[in-house]
């Protein structure tokens, strides 16, 4: 069933292009050309480096007119595909009608602590209760029922988490329209939030604030994996792919956009530049109000992060760390980031990733290894009582993303191992204990054994999916997306090869503190200048550029392997340089495991047999 009101379907049409009535979202879709201009007709086309597309439709100009030309005309159809089952019964739980107009109140009196509390605990526990096994309340019955506010802000946000709901729980049974209507609805939230003269005084926590720009980051790419498999579409999914204006829909080059008009907007990276510099970024000339406001400074904040995260996604490394050259990670990026764990993983993940992928094994080691060590102890039984963040014990509000960050972690895990692979290097203690504890002998493996098979093992748990940017409708690749990731990963396994042979030279150095070339040759079996070869290519690749400070591109080229050498005429002098163990520390971080263990047990009551 759709929803047909005329009041629904018309109230905001922009300017060009009529339509009414019975409209598929192709034909909404390619209403971009009106969406980019100034009034209405016509159109810029997206080619322009303005707006999302073109034609000045972000450039401030227009205000209000353009903001109530058009507000969510995306309908809501073929319902009967829908995986949870269209919930469009006006007869909601008076639970879930309590927490409706609550949400709505809070959302109008910019009560933030209200909608921290309604968002993180209430939504997630009403889902679990009443929408398992289907859809929360279509909102068109909500905003029947419980009306909106000016702006259809109310509406907005509800669908925000209608259509997230419905992702979560349906998975791979998303439909094509589902996937369309959600991106409308993203396209009429960041509408409203850009294209205006003052800022959207909403009061939202920055935990919905985080969600909102990570879920469009992680709809965009899921679109992207169900797009590059159009082998495996059926007729009407492809058709409507194909349709026109269809290829704007999820397309790259707006959601990149959509990102870079929020770093804008919030000037986020003139202010992270002063602030870095050790100035106020209040006191700083600002182009209007934007940069003040709470909600579009964080707003800009997590746009940067996702920027990141997509030209990572899409094999550009340079730029995805380009985009941070204001970001100090560390503990100003935790400030920066208002102490979201959810922020500060996929930051680290990602830059890591890109440090990995660009060969620079030192700087992906050491910022693997700065998150591990903060998830260590963020994860204490003792910090868990105090904590408030993502690794706090769950109120029934976010357990989901605590699973997806976990994943996460463990991803982590495994690209430290394969960095210490290609780089052995000494780390901390802890983090190589968990390491062992995860992996077990695998890393040692591979090095004693140069075993290729467990190597890609290693790389496919730990790089991320990467996704490509378009699709051929009328070419059809059936492999595009599984190639594209091959190609990634054998970026490593080159580099891997290349380095076989170093490990079985390393162990032999292990033993000497100096010996003859010849030797070592007469060892290998191999001729001596084949011998030189492997050596020198030993001292390549343990060359690294890394990072100094300031941007995350700065470095300066530095050779620190755990296992140093030099040749002098024929002969190989050896020094270890590996780090001898700190038996001091360990004993101390076992007692502090210890005293919280029993600190933990204090507080378990162990109930006695029951009396009869």
Not at 362 to 387: E, K, V, W, Y
Not at 518 to 539: E, G, I, N, S
Request: charged share 25%.
């Amino acid at each position: 069933m759709s929803y047909q009101h005329d009041n629904y379907d018309n109230r905001n049409r922009r300017g060009g292009g009529g339509g009414g009535g019975h409209q598929s979202f192709a034909s909404v879709a390619g209403g971009r050309q009106r969406y980019n201009n100034q009034g209405g007709g016509g159109g810029g086309n997206y080619d322009n480096n303005e707006g999302y597309g073109g034609g000045g439709g972000y450039q401030g100009g227009g205000g209000g007119q353009r903001r109530n030309q058009q507000r969510d005309n995306y309908q809501q159809q073929h319902w009967d595909r829908e995986p949870l089952g269209a919930n469009e019964d006006s007869e909601i739980p008076n639970e879930v009608r309590d927490f409706l107009t609550d949400l709505k109140n809070a959302i109008e009196d910019r009560d933030t602590a209200k909608l921290q509390v309604l968002y993180e605990a209430e939504f997630r526990g009403l889902s679990e209760i009443f929408y398992q096994t289907r859809a929360w309340p279509h909102p068109e019955v909500v905003e029947h029922i419980i009306g909106d506010l000016p702006e259809h802000i109310f509406t907005l946000l509800y669908k925000e988490l209608y259509y997230r709901h419905i992702y979560e729980s349906a998975r791979e049974g998303l439909t094509i329209d589902q996937r369309f209507q959600s991106y409308g609805n993203y396209w009429s939230i960041f509408d409203t939030i850009l294209n205006r003269d003052e800022p959207l005084d909403v009061g939202l926590p920055n935990e919905w604030v985080w969600d909102i720009i990570d879920e469009f980051m992680y709809q965009f790419t899921q679109f992207s994996t169900f797009r590059a498999k159009a082998d495996k579409l059926q007729n009407f999914e492809l058709n409507q792919l194909r349709a026109e204006g269809s290829h704007m829909v999820w397309n790259v080059n707006i959601v990149t956009n959509i990102w870079l008009k929020l770093v804008q907007k919030s000037e986020i990276q003139e202010q992270l530049a002063v602030y870095n510099a050790g100035g106020d970024p209040n006191a700083r000339v600002k182009t209007g109000d934007f940069p003040d406001h709470p909600m579009y400074k964080m707003l800009g904040y997590y746009s940067l992060i996702s920027l990141m995260r997509l030209h990572c996604l899409l094999g550009d490394y340079h730029s995805a760390l380009k985009v941070l050259e204001n970001v100090e990670l560390g503990k100003k990026h935790l400030l920066q980031a208002a102490g979201l764990q959810a922020c500060l993983v996929t930051t680290y993940y990602h830059v890591g990733v890109c440090y990995m992928m660009m060969r620079r094994y030192q700087d992906a080691i050491r910022i693997f290894c700065d998150l591990l060590l903060h998830q260590q102890r963020a994860t204490t039984p003792t910090t868990n009582r105090g904590s408030s963040g993502v690794f706090a014990p769950s109120t029934g509000g976010r357990t989901y993303q605590v699973d997806a960050l976990h994943k996460t972690i463990d991803k982590m895990y495994n690209c430290l191992a394969v960095c210490l692979i290609l780089h052995p290097m000494h780390i901390d203690e802890s983090i190589s204990s968990s390491l062992r504890d995860k992996l077990g002998e695998r890393v040692n493996k591979i090095q004693k054994t140069g075993d290729e098979e467990e190597f890609e093992k290693l790389l496919n748990q730990g790089l991320p999916k990467f996704v490509t940017p378009a699709t051929n409708y009328d070419d059809i690749q059936p492999n595009s997306l599984k190639d594209f990731q091959n190609y990634q990963l054998g970026i490593l396994k080159k580099e891997f090869a290349a380095q076989n042979m170093v490990f079985t030279i390393q162990s032999y150095l292990k033993l000497y503190t100096s010996m003859p070339i010849q030797k070592l040759a007469r060892f290998l079996d191999m001729k001596d200048d084949v011998l030189l070869q492997h050596l020198y290519t030993y001292k390549h690749k343990m060359t690294n550029v890394v990072h100094t400070h300031g941007s995350p591109l700065n470095g300066v080229l530095q050779c620190k392997p755990e296992l140093d050498f030099y040749i002098d005429k024929d002969m190989i002098y050896i020094a270890d340089t590996k780090v001898a163990p700190r038996y001091g520390d360990f004993f101390v971080r076992n007692i502090q495991k210890f005293e919280e263990l029993t600190e933990t047990l204090k507080h378990i009551k162990v109930g006695g047999p029951a009396k009869e």
